[in-house]
């Protein structure tokens, strides 16, 4: 998917022109995918913008350069001032913000203690992720997410997205919009880059996080908004064909937000629209994100940058 450019990006600990970005074509990331990152969201306000869990996402990626061993040399609070700058800086609002630290030049060998960190944070206007306004065609892949103890899905690492590549080419060559993967016990896991979740009989029912999934932070920000409707959660591994049998089925995740699936393998979930449950969490997640509800879980960081675009509920 094409971006837009801007003009700055965050580089440990300074602005730099957007094309001064660049890495060096022997740095150990692009040799071994040493990498960690996240992905964050800008949402428009009533009378500005906000980015959506800031705390929560820098938190989630320096527990990821921690399980990897990466030291990255900044505080929470350091990184999260470093996005708050950038997406002012570059004043573009609403965005998505990449935050990526990476081993760079140094030393080529599997061994990446000799090489050095780079921190980088770039933010640029994006759109929809996952295709399909009427909801999204997907398919069970024939690719399983990686068995424990091989790579550490808690992780949002670079690496670990090529697993997420080969489901999201294999789905889109086949015709569909999106893969989901099933972990190494054929159990249900998610998608290439999103939370998956079942409603059936008026219960929300998602895989936890043994099945190879990742912790995300839209994940926990539906589950949090689930409770407080009412509806009743649980969470438990997930055989395959329950998502063929399920009343609605959504993913969730920064980028696909929050995307209703029309049928999973040409099956035809509930009627194909989206169902009570998954609109009720729906509406709530984009009233609160867009500021036209309360923000009472403290989810949402003030940037100053003017939205010329109206918001809607």
């Excluded at 999260?80 to 990476?102: K, L």
Aim: charged letters at 20%; glycine letters at 8%.
């Amino acid at each position: 998917m094409a971006f837009e450019t801007t003009k700055n990006i965050w580089h440990n600990g300074q602005l730099i022109a957007w094309e001064k970005a660049q890495v060096h074509v022997m740095s150990h990331v692009i040799h071994y995918g040493s990498s960690v990152f996240e992905g964050m969201r800008c949402y428009a306000q009533p009378n500005g913008a906000a980015i959506f869990r800031l705390q929560d996402h820098m938190r989630r990626m320096l527990d990821s350069a921690k399980i990897y061993r990466m030291p990255l040399g900044y505080t929470h609070e350091e990184l999260c001032s470093a996005a708050v700058d950038v997406v002012e800086a570059n004043g573009v609002a609403p965005c998505y913000i990449r935050p990526i630290a990476f081993r760079g030049y140094g030393e080529v060998g599997v061994n990446p203690l000799n090489s050095p960190m780079e921190v980088y944070i770039a933010n640029y206007p994006w759109g929809k992720y996952v295709s399909g306004n009427d909801g999204a065609d997907v398919c069970i892949s024939s690719w399983n997410r990686m068995a424990p103890n091989t790579m550490p899905s808690l992780a949002k690492a670079g690496a670990n997205y090529m697993n997420s590549q080969l489901i999201r080419m294999e789905a889109e060559i086949n015709g569909y919009s999106e893969g989901i993967a099933l972990d190494v016990n054929g159990y249900l896991s998610e998608g290439s880059g999103e939370n998956l979740f079942l409603v059936r009989d008026g219960i929300l029912y998602t895989t936890p996080l043994a099945n190879s999934v990742l912790c995300g932070i839209t994940r926990t920000s539906v589950l949090t908004i689930a409770k407080a409707l009412g509806i009743p959660v649980v969470e438990l591994p997930l055989p395959r064909e329950m998502v063929y049998i399920c009343d609605e089925a959504f993913f969730s995740g920064t980028a696909a937000e929050v995307t209703h699936l029309r049928s999973v393998d040409k099956i035809l979930i509930g009627d194909g629209t989206m169902g009570p449950v998954t609109t009720a969490i729906h509406d709530e997640f984009f009233a609160i994100v867009n500021g036209i509800k309360p923000d009472r879980y403290g989810w949402l960081t003030p940037v100053r940058v003017p939205v010329a675009e109206p918001v809607e509920a």
